[in-house]
T-cell receptor, first 113, second 115 residues
Framework: AAGVIQSPRHLIKEKRETATLKCYPI?????VYWYQQGPGQDPQFLIS???????DKGSIPDRFSAQQFSDYHSELNMSSLELGDSALYFC???FGQGAQPQHFGDGTRLSIL | AQSVAQPEDQVNVAEGNPLTVKCTYS??????LFWYVQYPNRGLQFLLK??????LVKGSYGFEAEFNKSQTSFHLKKPSALVSDSALYFC?????????????FGSGTQLTVLP
């Protein structure tokens, strides 16, 4: 079965640079969630979109922005990168916003030098 | 606000023995509860969920979980552990009536199954 696709899998950036992470949800899933997982930490919710509109906002820094496009894929844009942004970034998708489980991609590992 | 507690950072069990990974939750209303497993450098893989109905929920790979409303717990169980079950397990909750739709995760429990 098709899963959530994230690209790139690994990304190395320097401080103050920008990065764009992409997420392609499972076909027919209309909701996308972004999470950040620091080393040894549990995933922390950043932001979510339902039918291309932002639905919830978590602990996403102002330096980050995201959007969901007409084909339901989503991009997380990160600017003025800091050392503390080094983490694993997960995208998850679900059908609707109710009780359906979120299905996660394998993540993008972002390393800031 | 919603929260999840996984009181054990590490659980060790011998192969073939039953395993339990503990989880307690706190929500304002009724909970949606989930268990996920994470292998190194991989995403979280959905195991099972409790929405409503029977308190014993069966999921993937022989795992099951028991919802206990009075104790606000949702412990993950498996009758006979396999070495391949060794991984990081996360419990997650979502408030059924809350406006927030995202999952709140516990801190994770590293399960090690010893051969």
């Amino acid at each position: 079965a098709a899963g959530v696709i994230q690209s790139p899998r690994h990304l190395i950036k320097e401080k103050r640079e920008t990065a764009t992470l992409k997420c392609y949800p499972i076909p027919r899933h209309d909701t996308v969630y972004w999470y950040q997982q620091g080393p040894g930490q549990d995933p922390q919710f950043l932001i979510s979109f339902y039918e291309k509109m932002q639905s919830d906002k978590g602990s996403i820094p102002d330096r980050f922005s995201a959007q969901q496009f007409s084909d339901y894929h989503s991009e997380l844009n990160m600017s003025s990168l800091e050392l503390g942004d080094s983490a694993l970034y997960f995208c998850a998708s679900s059908f609707g916003q109710g009780a359906q489980p979120q299905h996660f991609g394998d993540g993008t590992r972002l390393s800031i030098l | 606000a919603q929260s999840v507690a996984q009181p054990e950072d590490q659980v060790n069990v011998a192969e073939g023995n039953p395993l339990t990974v503990k989880c307690t939750y706190s929500v304002s209303g009724n909970p949606y509860l989930f268990w996920y497993v994470q292998y190194p450098n991989r995403g979280l893989q959905f195991l099972l969920k409790y929405i409503t109905g029977d308190n014993l929920v069966k999921g993937s790979y022989g795992f099951e979980a028991e919802f206990n409303k009075s104790q606000t717990s949702f412990h993950l169980k498996k009758p006979s552990a396999l070495v391949s079950d060794s991984a990081l397990y996360f419990c997650a909750v979502r408030d059924m009536v809350g406006s927030a739709r995202q999952l709140t995760f516990g801190s994770g429990t590293q399960l090690t199954v010893l051969p």
